[in-house]
């Protein structure tokens, strides 16, 4: 199983990137699909999720502002930041799982914005 995020970068305050994550070597569909982020010196936090069925969850801080999606038929999910802000500014990390399965993570990509 791999996981390749991309589409990190560096935005000013209030722009938007969207990161990508493609999976290979397994099914997708039947997996729940999240994305994480960690900033210099802190934990690593749960962003938002994005279930089989489509459900979404976020965190507080970027109820909003972030949107989780999925394709299936591309084995891609994605993560549309807008309205960034510098406290966004961190690594970000996919992450695939389901009942006794996983969970599988990919490798990162950095966003780093600027105020």
């Known amino acids: 199983v791999q996981l390749q995020a991309s589409g990190g970068g560096l935005v000013q305050a209030g722009g938007s990137l969207r990161l990508s994550c493609v999976a290979s070597g397994t099914a997708f569909s039947n997996k729940f699909m999240n994305w994480y982020r960690q900033a210099p010196g802190k934990q690593r936090e749960l962003v938002a999720s994005?279930?089989?069925?489509?459900?979404?969850n976020y965190a507080d801080s970027v109820k909003g502002r972030f949107t989780i999606s999925r394709d299936n038929a591309r084995k891609t999910g994605y993560l549309q930041m807008n309205s960034l802000k510098p406290e966004d500014t961190a690594v970000y990390y996919c992450?695939?799982?389901?009942?006794?399965?996983?969970?599988?993570w990919g490798q990162g990509t950095q966003v780093t914005v600027s105020s």
């Open positions: 992450n695939l799982r389901a009942s006794s399965w996983g969970p599988y």
């Open positions: 994005i279930t089989s069925g489509g459900s979404t």
